[in-house]
Structures are given as structure tokens and as C-alpha cells.
């Protein structure tokens, strides 16, 4: 609300050519831009847009489009694509009384001015967060997350970091799948939007939460004035490329991975029905928005993690630790959509032995995992790291389509996912 409007100068409203009382609303209006009142000034009215332009007012008076290109490029971000169940809200949307949020309050009670204060200054500042609801409409999980441009971390210089203020799962849900869908958007929204760290503080009182973070290239730094453990996350090495192995460098900078040229990588054919389960995020249809009525798995299902399994009769026994897999999305797509990270494999030839080794991580059924292990059961623990930059198109790479696992050239792969 501009509770002031300064009026214009004699001066200004001859310069600006306000001649009818229409123009001389447009005049006061421009002037608050002149006089720094406002930033700026957004209109769809092209005459006052080009009369701008007669006080030097035109880099401040724009049209809706010009807007929109400039506030894109100066406060844009590239949000990730969000599994069906996880919302991306403002804070305000929250409901401060939800029980998720108690032993956050207890937590906080005797340190600074108490939750209750910082939330709702994270509302009034505009922050956002992403979040679970479960189906009594109570939060399930929900993280907050702020940027942070220059501010000092311990004894770290400051920069562009991603701070994830608040990172809690309900009981009621498995907390490691959840952990995963909501920590797979705050690393995804660091890597598309250019942020080089982002970190978490911990009170000692819960462990489990350094637990679940450090296999994710998270590293305790030191103790705040609060007591919280502050756990930081890098996306690429500190001091040039690190003599790290391939699985070793993903495990500390994923989403980042290698793939020069000793990683191999690998073609793997999947149908669209256990594509839509491995990869729920993934719509083929341009501008569709996916709905609870999708039939796609719950928020924690196996396909939602950033740690995944995938089974197969292929005899193949070059994969790697480290290596890619290229999923190949077949009959309907029929282009690599996303790259996986090897982390383990292991031939089973029973069901349980399948169970066994990859746990809850599989998508498939019990009845279709035992039909499957009639014949020995190749099974894969691979972290999903997103999709190929390039366009995944087979043809123009002269790549034939794979019936089986199979390896591809490094040319190849190049021109598939790099083009």
C-alpha cells in the first residue's frame, strides 16, 4: 500500500504530457516511480508505458511481459518435478498448530526467540516449503528451505547456499522413503538453480537425522551458538577433481556423478507400465499435471526415493559400481529418459533373496517378483540422478533400441544423453 503518493511537479506532468485528467492519474502514477516511491511500474496501458519513455522512466515501466522476463531472469527458479503427493507451498500455507510441528516447538523452546517467532517471520518473508499430507489432511513430512546469499556458515566464508530450515517425517509414514522424496527436492532445486552447498542444523537429541543425511554427502562441520550439529552438503569438489572412484564421487556430490570415460554405461529397456512406477514424477504428456487419481504409488513408495531397485533376467555381468544405466523407455517413448548410478548388484534366484537385498526399494508386486524368479534375477540398487540433457533419441544417435541390458560406446552415449 503506498499510503502517500507524492504529487507531481509542473515540470514533470509537461515532460510527461498529461493533458486530460485521464493522463494526469497515469502522471501521478509514473511519478511515484520517479520519486522512488515504487520500484516499478506494471500495466498493460501501452500509452503509459510509451509516455514513460518521455521521463527517462522506461527501464521502470513495463508491460506485463517485460515483467515477467525480468523478474524471471532476476528472482526465477526452476522447481524440480514433483512427485504426485509432494506440494510445493508458501510457508503461510501451513498450519503452525499441526502436530509435526511439536517437538519442533520443544525443541526450540529455550533457544533464541522459539519457533513460533521464526515461523512466523518465515511467513511474513515469503518462504516456501514442500510437503506430505496424510490422508486426514495432517502433515506427514515437510521441509522448509531459504536462500541464502552471503551469509557466513561457522568459520566458512559466505555464498549462495541452501539452508533447509525444518526437515521432520511423521511416525505415521516410513521415514526413510519420505526423507528421500522431500531431501530429492531440495538437492535437485540446488543443482538446477545453481547453488554450490546446502546445509541442515541438528539438535544432538536426534541422531537419526545425521543418520539418514551423511550417506548423502552431508559432513558434520562443527556446533552452532545454539547447539545444533550443522551438517553441510557440497555439489562439486572444493579443491579441483578429487581422486575419487565413480561411486565414491556420486555418494558425495549427488546429483553430480561422473561419466567420463572409464564409468561404462549401459542401455536398459523398460515398459511404460513399470517406467510410471519406477519414475512417478515423469509425464510424457506436455502441460499434464498429475492428480491423486493417477494411480500412481504413494508418496512412499519405492519409486519416489532417490535410492531405487531394478530387476532383470538379463545375464549381463559387466555392471559396476558407478556405472550409468540409461533407461530406455520403450514401445510408447521409446527415448532414454533417465540416468541411474549404479550402487550394487547381486544375481538372486528366489524371491526372498531378491527381498533380501534391495528391501522396500523394488516397485514389483509379490506375484510378479515370483513369476520373475523362475530364471535368475539380476538385481540392481542404483540412485536416480535425473534425466539426460540431451534429448535421449536413439535414431539420431544411430543406437539400435536394446531388447536386453546392453552396453553403449562412449560415443554413443554422448550423442544420446549429451546432444
Known sequence: MLDSPPTPTSEFLESFGAASSNDQVDARLAYAVHRNAVSFLITEDQELVHRAARVSLQE???STSSALRYF???????PPPLPTHLKDAPVHDLDLNDPIFDSIKEDYRSVGDGFE????????????????????GKLGGILLYK???GEPLLNLPGTRRLKIATFKVSNQLPRQGVGELL???????CQKNGFGETYVTVFPQHPEVVDFLVPFGFEDIGANRYGERVLLKRFSPVDGIESLTPPEFFRRYYPAYRDDTPVKKFLVPIKPTYHRQLFPEFDPTPGHQRTLDDSLPPAF???????KAYLSNSATGKLRPGDLLLFYRSEDLRRVTHIGLIEHTRVCRTAQEVIDFVGNR?????DQLEKMCSRPVLAIQFWNAG???????????NVPPPISISEVEEEEYRAICKN
Do not use: H, Q
Not at 513408495?301 to 535410492?307: E, H
Not at 523394488?362 to 509379490?366: A, E, H, Q, S
Open 117 to 136: 517467532t521464526w515461523f512466523n517471520r518465515a511467513c511474513r518473508e515469503g518462504r516456501r516449503c514442500v510437503r506430505v499430507r496424510l490422508p486426514d
Open 387 to 397: 534425466r539426460p540433457k540431451g534429448g535421449g533419441d536413439l535414431v539420431t544417435a
Open 72 to 78: 524471471l531472469a532476476y528472482f526465477g527458479r526452476a
Open 147 to 149: 536462500e541464502e546469499r
Open 183 to 189: 531431501l530429492s527436492f531440495a538437492l535437485r532445486y
Open 301 to 307: 513408495a519405492a519409486g519416489n526415493a532417490i535410492r
Open 60 to 62: 521502470r515501466v513495463l
Open 362 to 366: 523394488t516397485v514389483m508386486r509379490g
